[in-house]
Structures are given as structure tokens and as C-alpha cells.
């Protein structure tokens, strides 16, 4: 079982930046393909990035592309996704997600384990 715990969100302007971690326990991360999804108050969730297991490949939805990078430490069982460019459409409730199947899974019905989120508001 994998244990995910989110950090880094908070109040930002538009332009700015920031940097989210995820911290999984348990000795096995290196096995789960991670992702990155958010939730803005009244839209479903939706696929933000993911990476594959070794980090070397990595997957974006359209609307990030370019502007979120998703990266990896296995030896500190760590996952992020460096924001920046922020947008006022980019505030949203983040939550990173692990799954033992496919790497750049979007849909979130493929995902294992999920942490609490964080929030991440963009003023404009």
C-alpha cells in the first residue's frame, strides 16, 4: 500500500510560480507510475501530468503544456510539479495519484491511491 501527502499550495498572483510535492511511503515507489490531477469548485477533476515509473517519460494535458513540469525523486520518494505562469483557471484543489498500471493514465478510474490534496489559488 502507498500512503500519498501533498504539499506546497497556496496564494499566488497571476504569473507566479509553484512547486507541489507528493511524499509516498512504503519501500515499492519506484514500481508506481505517478500523476497529477486537480478539482476547481463545482467542474470534475481532471488529468493535470504524470510520469512514468523511471521518470523518462512524461505525459501533460493540453492545457499545461509548457507551463508545469512533473518530475521525479525515487530515492526520496518524492513526486512534483513545478508550476509556473500561473493562471487564475489553474486554482483548483491538486492531487497526486499512484498506479501500478500504465504510465500517462488520464483517466483517474486507473489510479491506486490518492492523497488529501492541496490547494492552489491564483489571483488575477
Known amino acids: 500500500q502507498v500512503q500519498l501527502v501533498e504539499s506546497g499550495g497556496g496564494l499566488v498572483q497571476a504569473g507566479g510560480s509553484l512547486r507541489l510535492s507528493c511524499a509516498a511511503s512504503?519501500?515499492?515507489?519506484?514500481?508506481?507510475?505517478m500523476g497529477w490531477f486537480r478539482q476547481a469548485p463545482g467542474k470534475e477533476r481532471e488529468f493535470v501530468a504524470a510520469?512514468?515509473?523511471?521518470?523518462?517519460?512524461?505525459y501533460y494535458a493540453d492545457s499545461v503544456k509548457g507551463r508545469f513540469t512533473i518530475s521525479r525523486d525515487n530515492a526520496k520518494n518524492t513526486v512534483y510539479l513545478q508550476m509556473n505562469s500561473l493562471k487564475p483557471e489553474d486554482t483548483a484543489v491538486y492531487y497526486c495519484?499512484?498506479?501500478?498500471?500504465?504510465?500517462?493514465?488520464?483517466?483517474?478510474?486507473?489510479?491506486?491511491?490518492w492523497g488529501q490534496g492541496t490547494q492552489v489559488t491564483v489571483s488575477s
Open positions: 495519484a499512484a498506479t501500478i498500471s500504465r504510465a500517462g493514465a488520464e483517466s483517474g478510474y486507473e489510479y491506486d491511491y
Open positions: 510520469i512514468s515509473w523511471s521518470g523518462g517519460s512524461t
Open positions: 512504503g519501500r515499492t515507489f519506484s514500481s508506481y507510475a
